[in-house]
Each structure stands twice: as structure tokens, then as C-alpha cells.
């Protein structure tokens, strides 16, 4: 559930769609750099963010200002 830290199955889907769909667009296929990603997926479902289009537009803009 969004909010206590802890996903359910549903949103443990959807993370993990994002982390795969934002590696696999940007050629991402070390485990360094899918951690990379994987931590910032996590930090955008602590703020309360689980919806894909939202998460991949938040990937987006944080690769873009880096």
C-alpha cells in the first residue's frame, strides 16, 4: 500500500514493469544500473507515486537533469 513503505502485489507489478520498461528503452543492462533505476522506482512509490505513466515520466525527467 502507498504510504507505509510496503508494496503489494499489484504495485510490486507495476515497479518492476517500470524498472524493466525504462532499461530496456535506455539499454540499461547491468545490475548496477538496474539498481540505479530500481532505487529511484522505490523512491517515487515512497512518495506516493504508482501510477506507470507517472513513474515514467519521473524516470525521465531525472535522467534528463543529470
Known amino acids: 500500500m502507498v504510504g507505509s513503505g510496503v508494496a503489494i502485489p499489484t504495485e510490486l507489478a507495476i515497479l518492476s514493469e517500470a524498472v524493466e520498461s525504462y532499461c530496456l528503452k535506455h539499454g540499461i543492462n547491468t ?16 512518495a506516493g507515486v504508482i501510477d506507470p505513466r507517472e513513474l515514467a515520466t519521473a524516470l525521465e525527467t531525472e535522467a534528463r537533469s543529470v
Not at 32 to 46: D, I, M, P, T
Open 31 to 46: 545490475s548496477v544500473g538496474r539498481n540505479q533505476v530500481a532505487l529511484r522506482v522505490l523512491e517515487c512509490f515512497q
